[in-house]
């Protein structure tokens, strides 16, 4: 593939929509490299790095790590080789600020933006969904206690691993969540409604429902379908 008929994705929608949950089954189709920025800062900080550092209190708060830290992990992210092919960006950008600097940097490298998706789904789906999740301790598996239980609490199917619940999937810090998603994401939503590059999709509904109304969306877009 070469860099003009690579995918570059952006997936977008309010927390707990399912971006994660759909980049993983995107990155296998596409076969494109799959980045979350709340994954990169969830590694940072348990390595305790300088953005680690600097990140996880406001994590914890439901609210945005600032602009200037997360385009500077970005920006040496989609430079690196294993996103010639292409990628996914999970989670980014998330500000207007973000956008105009994801727009310069894909500029530079000549990258041009396949599509932006956006995943809608209601508030109070959010909470249920992300009040009820729990993630895998040793292979990252994701479970939920209601949609998708482990057969023996709180262990993994798969690897017999510890399953947690992060530490902002609380009721209160989901709401918080929301509220920025609001105020400062869903403009990055019109923003490349304008653009003419946004894909919007139905996020409720069987996972498998909404990855196949995805694809055929993107499909068409890339003039596959
Ligand atoms: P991040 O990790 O990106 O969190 P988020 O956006 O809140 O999204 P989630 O990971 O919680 O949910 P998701 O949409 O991936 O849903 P999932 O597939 O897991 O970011 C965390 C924090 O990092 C931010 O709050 C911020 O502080 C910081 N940050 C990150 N990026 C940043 C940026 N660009 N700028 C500044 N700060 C940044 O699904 C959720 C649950 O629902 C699962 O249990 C799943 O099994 C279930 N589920 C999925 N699909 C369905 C379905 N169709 N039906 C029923 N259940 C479903």
Do not use: W
Request: overall charge negative; charged content about 30%.
């Amino acid at each position: 593939m070469t860099a003009g008929s690579a995918i570059r994705l952006i997936l977008m929608g309010p927390p707990g929509c399912g971006k994660g949950t759909q980049a993983k089954m995107l990155e296998e189709r596409f076969g494109i490299v799959h980045l979350s920025t709340g994954d990169i800062l969830r590694a940072a900080v348990r390595e305790d790095t300088e953005v680690g550092t600097k990140a996880k209190a406001i994590m914890d708060r439901g609210e945005l790590v600032p602009d200037d830290i997360i385009v500077g992990v970005m920006k040496d992210r989609v430079r690196s080789d294993d996103c010639a092919n292409g990628y996914i960006l999970d989670g980014f950008p998330r500000t207007l600020v973000q956008a105009a600097a994801l727009d310069r940097m894909m500029a530079e490298m000549s990258q041009p933006l396949t599509a932006a998706v956006a995943l809608a789904v209601p508030d109070d789906e959010v909470v249920r969904r992300l009040a009820g999740r729990r993630q895998c301790s040793k292979c990252d598996a994701g479970y939920h206690v209601e949609f998708n239980p482990s057969s023996k609490d709180g262990v993994c199917d798969t690897c017999g691993g510890a399953l947690y619940r992060r530490d902002d999937d609380n009721e209160e810090t989901i709401r918080q969540r929301l509220a920025v998603y609001h105020e400062q994401t869903a403009p990055v939503i019109e923003y490349y409604r304008e653009r003419n590059s946004l894909i919007e999709v139905q996020g409720v509904g069987s996972i498998e429902e909404i990855f196949e109304s995805m694809c055929s969306l993107i499909d068409r877009r890339i003039g596959n379908g």
